[in-house]
């Protein structure tokens, strides 16, 4: 069973960029589909971004879309989340997720989850 940590979450300012990390122990990456969500305080989690098991399709919610990159690095068996002109809309908590089946939008169709790492974007 995959275990994931993320980090690189932080307090920044509007227009700022991070870089989230995910990176998996106990599977290798690669044998999996993985995906970013987030829950802000009182929401639901929603989906972010997605990058599929072989070919690295990716795909992004509109509200990250051409701000937000997906990639991963299989040597180093981590995923990233590169965030550039960052928004106090996008503070919440962003989770790192991994599935043998496609990334669903539902967050409750994953299977596997990290803890969350807290994204905090002031104006």
């Given at each position: 069973?995959?275990?994931?940590?993320?980090?690189?979450?932080?307090?920044?300012?509007?227009?700022?960029?991070?870089?989230?990390?995910?990176?998996?122990?106990?599977?290798?990456?690669?044998?999996?589909?993985?995906?970013?969500f987030?829950?802000?305080?009182?929401?639901?989690?929603?989906?972010?971004?997605?990058?599929?098991?072989?070919?690295?399709?990716?795909?992004?919610?509109?509200?990250?879309?051409?701000?937000?990159?997906?990639?991963?690095?299989?040597?180093?068996?981590?995923m990233?989340?590169?965030?550039?002109?960052?928004?106090?809309?996008?503070?919440?908590v962003?989770?790192?997720?991994?599935?043998?089946?496609?990334?669903?939008?539902?967050?409750?169709?994953?299977?596997?989850?990290g803890?969350?790492?807290?994204?905090?974007?002031?104006?």
């Amino acid at each position: 069973q995959v275990q994931l940590v993320e980090s690189g979450g932080g307090s920044v300012q509007t227009g700022d960029s991070l870089r989230l990390s995910c990176a998996a122990s106990g599977g290798t990456l690669s044998s999996y589909h993985m995906g970013w969500f987030r829950q802000a305080p009182g929401k639901e989690r929603e989906f972010v971004a997605r990058i599929s098991r072989l070919l690295g399709s990716t795909s992004y919610s509109d509200s990250v879309k051409d701000r937000f990159t997906i990639s991963r690095d299989s040597l180093k068996n981590t995923m990233f989340l590169q965030m550039n002109n960052l928004k106090p809309e996008d503070t919440a908590v962003y989770y790192c997720a991994a599935d043998t089946s496609s990334i669903k939008s539902d967050y409750r169709e994953i299977r596997y989850w990290g803890q969350g790492t807290q994204v905090t974007v002031s104006s």
